[in-house]
């Protein structure tokens, strides 16, 4: 799960620290006999089955290999939300193997510390990954990171209260206005009608990206030369945020973790619709077992077409540390292999430790066998949520940080759209003006 922060862009001219003071050898987080590998997933505390995965991991590729993995499990909050990895990197101290988020690829593609990992790829991998989910991990036809999963979003509606009110699941909100009348006739005093991401960051802007697109907006034009910002589309996808707060309808502030987090706001009544991701099937079994809820597709626009976004963590190779081809050894044994092993790795990542959908055909096909797909609320995250999904965005900082604001300043300032997108525009137009680096789009 991606969460956004704003201390995350205290560090946006990253990119040219992390090629002048990261040199390689031990400072790099590693050494040529030890891998250090970065996560937010374990070896967690709590030992949970996500955790278990990792560690398992670990222990595999440290039983036949001489250059050992090392795990270091960071806090969530601390990763994403915080500046741990940013600085590590900014001190030439990063971690050998580390998680990376497509919003965040250009920020170390363009700081020259990714190390290629095609060369260890056999082709018939890289043809194994499902149409479009390399795109924004490539640059030159060359792949930098490998993606472990795709999480599409969607909106997941509790039954209960939508029975409390007399609704039924044919009920369920088709257009923007149809949400808004619905979660007002489900807004209580001790409970809120529907829940979008209010925390700033890249998190509640992969978020808000399928509203903008539903109306055929884009934050900048095809060649990445200009902004394309300022348009009816993204005006109405800010006022349509900006409404759900302004008339009471929506919380100012998730509870929990925020918007990822179903169990802490829908399974826990405080919202009884929320926009949020198809990992938390699993999170609701495992911690709001007894809820009844459906999903479904985010509501559109009079006239618009839906849309959703496909996130996903990958695995990075840190090119400066201790021994970058042993760690792109390490991320293509792990995630690119078409070894069975490699197959039911990601099989039990995507449908047992956690609910995704994979990225892989041969490992879609193994779900498929052992009936993955079975689950109705995962069939529906397939067969209808994500094929009508787009590939996470791999804006820079500079460009997330101006949508960032807009959405803010109007979702939770009661700000005009309109100006608000002008004044982003101009922003992301300054920016690309001088913008040297990988392509954007």
Avoid: H
């Amino acid at each position: 799960m991606l969460q956004g922060t704003a201390g995350i862009f205290a560090l946006g001219a990253l990119a040219p620290l992390l090629s002048a003071c990261s040199t390689g050898g031990p400072a790099g987080g590693g050494t040529a006999k030890e891998i250090t590998f970065w996560n937010f997933y374990g070896p967690a505390p709590d030992n949970n089955p996500q955790s278990q995965w990792f560690v398992k991991l670990a222990d595999d590729w440290n039983a036949t290999n001489e250059v050992k993995i090392k795990l270091r499990y960071i806090a969530q909050n601390d990763y994403v939300n915080g500046n741990t990895l940013q600085t590590a990197f900014a001190s030439g101290s990063g971690p050998d193997v580390f998680l990376l988020s497509p919003g965040d690829f250009l920020r170390y593609y363009n700081g020259g510390v990714l190390q290629e990992l095609t060369p260890k790829l056999d082709p018939a991998v890289v043809s194994d990954f499902l149409p479009g989910t390399l795109d924004t991990r490539k640059v030159d036809d060359k792949v930098f990171a490998l993606p472990m999963e795709s999480e599409p979003l969607a909106m997941f509606y509790s039954k209960s209260a939508f029975a409390e009110v007399g609704l039924t699941d044919a009920d369920v909100p088709k257009t923007w206005d149809d949400l808004l009348t619905v979660a007002k006739k489900l807004t209580t005093p001790s409970r809120f009608g529907v829940g979008f991401e209010t925390t700033p960051g890249y998190y509640q802007n992969f978020t808000w990206y399928p509203f903008m697109w539903e109306g055929d907006g884009q934050p900048v034009s095809a060649d990445a030369k200009s902004s394309t910002f300022n348009s009816k589309a993204v005006t109405d996808a800010l006022t349509f945020w900006g409404d759900s707060i302004s008339t009471g309808v929506a919380p100012k502030k998730l509870l929990g973790n925020g918007g990822p987090d179903l169990p802490a706001n829908l399974g826990a009544g405080y919202v009884a619709m929320q926009q949020s991701g198809v990992w938390n099937i699993a999170a609701m079994k495992q911690m709001a077992p007894n809820v009844d809820y459906g999903i479904f597709e985010i509501p559109t626009p009079s006239g618009g077409t839906s849309a959703t976004t496909l996130g996903g963590w990958s695995f990075c190779a840190n090119a400066k540390g201790g021994n970058p081809s042993a760690a792109a050894d390490f991320i293509a044994w792990a995630l690119g292999s078409m070894s069975a092993d490699s197959i039911e790795r990601g099989r039990t990542w995507n449908t047992v430790a956690k609910t995704n959908i994979p990225v892989r055909s041969s490992v879609q096909d193994a779900a498929n066998a052992k009936g993955a797909f079975s689950d109705p609320n995962m069939a529906f995250f397939l067969n209808v949520v994500a094929p009508n999904g787009r590939g996470e965005p791999r804006y820079p900082p500079e460009i997330i940080k101006p949508i960032e604001d807009a959405i803010q300043a109007v979702q939770l300032g009661g700000k005009d759209a309109a100006s608000q997108a002008a004044a982003a525009s101009d922003t992301i137009n300054a920016y690309l003006s001088s913008y040297s680096g990988a392509p954007i789009v």
